[in-house]
């Protein structure tokens, strides 16, 4: 495993379950990402939710973190909206002293510095790379779990 992906390329569980699922119809297939996707929302809203540390990493990542699930991947988003322009600084933090360039009411072009607003830089990001980075797992053993449930349960329906 590489950090932050697990590949299919060894034995594993995950494997024989992506080779399975491709036989499997699409009806149930839609059952399953819908089941995983709802079991999965809460778990990555309370991930960011838990390495947020102020309220614009709150209001630009967390609020606007998203799970999606497609037939073959699991797809965990954070950021956008009315706030994207500040992803970058709430996720990596800005130098204190970084220009922002502004316009006054008058239309005066002037220059701000930032501040401690987005704390300090760090290259491993603050809330949304470290809880992608500690659930991939969780989300890999979910999705093998709600598909053999969903499997066991449509199995169940046709006898």
Known sequence: MTQGRISLLIDS??????????????????????????EAQPIWKGETAERATTRIQQRTLVDTSKVGVTNRNVFLRAGGGKYAALNSAAEFGRPAAAPIKSRSKKGKAYTRSTGSLFGDRNRRGNVVFPAARDSIRRFASLQIQTTLRTLHEAGEKVR
């Open 13 to 38: 569980p995950l494997r024989d379950l992506a080779i399975a699922y491709r036989t499997v119809p699409a009806e149930i297939r839609k059952q399953n990402n819908r089941a995983l996707k709802s």
